[in-house]
Nanobody, 127 residues
Framework: QVQLVESGGGLVQAGGSLSLSCAAS????????MGWFRQAPGKERDFVAA????????YYADSVKGRFTISRDNAKSTVYLQMNGLKPEDTAAYYC????????????????????WGQGTQVTVSS
């Protein structure tokens, strides 16, 4: 069992930065793939970024590539999402997720491949 708690969301002006954290409980964090997803009101939950168990492989959605960076610290059982150059269209609830599979991007971007989810943290970007 893995419990995930996100933090770091808030209100920021366009062009600003935020850093999200996701703290995990349980002994299996270091063996799990971790992902960040986001969901705006009335829209589906979309893939943002993912990282494999040791941080050696990452994927990003095209919409955030070059602006967001995912990282992890297995010693602290925490995954991070550094968000720079924020845009109003980045406004959403951001969720971290833990999964057991890794591979091609088509696998990593699917929320169905993640077993555990946090409660989410709201990010609002004003124009």
């Amino acid at each position: 069992q893995v419990q995930l708690v996100e933090s770091g969301g808030g209100l920021v002006q366009a062009g600003g930065s935020l850093s999200l954290s996701c703290a995990a409980s349980g002994r299996t964090f270091s063996r799990r793939a971790m992902g960040w997803f986001r969901q705006a009101p009335g829209k589906e939950r979309d893939f943002v970024a993912a990282i494999n168990w040791n941080g050696g492989s990452t994927y990003y959605a095209d919409s955030v590539k070059g602006r967001f960076t995912i990282s992890r610290d297995n010693a602290k059982s925490t995954v991070y999402l550094q968000m720079n150059g924020l845009k109003p269209e980045d406004t959403a609830a951001y969720y971290c997720a833990a999964g057991n599979v890794w591979g091609e991007m088509r696998v990593v971007v699917s929320p169905f491949n993640y077993n555990y989810w946090g409660q989410g943290t709201q990010v609002t970007v004003s124009s």
